[in-house]
């Protein structure tokens, strides 16, 4: 009775988008402490507990950011979007040139003192999609001044080219996720075609003086020669072979000895090696078409168009990072290095999609004076 008045008090907004999280946060604990025993043998003489207790924080604090982002009227946001995107750049611009290297890219920002690192890519991506959908919600009446839309369109290119750098495929992520924003914005046609010609100008550009380039077309070559498989990609066709219908059960993984990063770019191999695509493959793809679902029913009662096209760019956001992910471990898509939302290890990752969570259940809960944007 008491847990159940204290969920009906303090957990707002969709309540399938809530139960959503809390089964793949319960499957996350699961997998990941199962996916990560060979790294735990490697690092810190087989001790799993160690990452599971790492894990487990880092999901804590992404779901403490999601109920905190949640109870925040999310006009809000539409400010602190330009604090991050000003923010972005220079973060950006210092994992590239100094930041911490890791998987042959340079990624990652290291804090100082408490020395953990994270990705400025993906304050970056909540900051543009959040300012974008603030932009286009403000000028819906001046959608025909060629500023304001030469305005949108060179923060895209400016952030996307910036993240190519050092990222290729979440820089295409968040190009097709801002697209798809604009064109519910109802940005003229012709506008979107100068969208896709910049971002391919400077992203291009970038990406041929950046890190990935060799990586990108190494990658996408082999995925597009039918004689030849990845290491990476023919242990995950294993795994999914193993898995069947009903797996292996939980903790019995083969290939998390031998795949690389069972336990972040590849976890959705491990979810179906150990429960199968009854039990685990096909709920969690489920899972994410199910928010797809409420997020776009968020944009459908939205009254005011900020929360609306705010709600639509970080569920298509999110969505767009878990299909990817699970793409190419069943190999519909070349490699990359995508989590999979909530369920894959990572900090940076969990929070910021804690954060986009639950700012899109901020949006499902409160109708606010979006004139103060």
């Not at 042959?104 to 543009?128: C, E, G, H, M, Y």
């Not at 491990?270 to 899972?287: H, R, S, T």
């Not at 994410?288 to 939205?302: D, E, H, N, S, V």
């Amino acid at each position: 009775m008491f847990l159940r008045d204290w969920i009906q008090t303090h957990l707002k907004g969709d309540r399938q988008i809530w139960w959503i999280v809390l089964y793949l946060s319960i499957m996350s604990v699961l997998v990941v402490y199962s996916a990560v025993g060979t790294k735990a043998f490697r690092e810190l003489d087989g001790n799993t507990e160690a990452f599971l207790l790492k894990h487990g924080s880092l999901l804590l604090l992404g779901l403490a950011c999601t109920y905190f982002a949640h109870r925040v009227n999310y006009v809000y946001y539409a400010r602190l979007s330009k604090f991050g995107l000003w923010l972005s750049i220079p973060l950006l611009l210092w994992a590239f040139f100094k930041g911490t290297n890791l998987n042959d890219a340079s990624r990652w920002v290291t804090i100082p003192i408490i020395n953990q690192t994270f990705q400025p890519s993906d304050l970056a991506k909540l900051a543009l999609i959040s300012n974008l959908a603030a932009m286009l919600a403000k000028r819906q009446r001046f959608m025909s001044d060629p500023s304001v839309l030469f305005n949108l369109i060179l923060w895209i290119g400016i952030i996307c080219s910036l993240i190519i750098l050092s990222n290729t495929s979440t820089a295409l992520l968040l190009a097709a996720t801002c697209f798809l924003l604009m064109y519910i914005g109802r940005v003229p046609v012709r506008y979107l075609a100068y969208m896709i010609g910049v971002c391919v100008l400077f992203g291009g550009m970038a990406l041929m003086v950046g890190q990935r380039f060799g990586t990108a077309t190494n990658r996408v070559k082999s995925f597009m020669d039918s004689d030849t498989i990845l290491y990476q990609v023919e242990q995950s066709y294993i795994a999914l072979a193993n898995g069947g219908l009903q797996g292996q059960g939980p903790g019995n993984s083969h290939q998390r000895n031998t795949l690389p990063n069972p336990f972040s770019d590849f976890i959705y191999s491990i979810i179906v090696e150990e429960y199968g695509l009854i039990f685990g493959g096909i709920p969690v793809v489920l899972a994410y078409i199910l928010f797809l679902w409420r997020g776009m029913k968020t944009l459908q009662k939205a009254t005011r168009p900020f929360g609306g096209l705010l709600s639509a760019g970080l569920t298509f956001s999110i969505v767009f990072q878990a299909f990817a992910s699970i793409c190419v471990a069943i190999g519909l898509a070349p490699v990359t290095g995508q989590p999979l939302p909530l369920l894959s290890m990572g900090g940076t990752s969990l929070i910021f999609t804690g954060i986009a969570i639950g700012i899109v259940l901020s949006v499902s809960r409160d109708e606010v004076d979006e004139s103060k944007i």
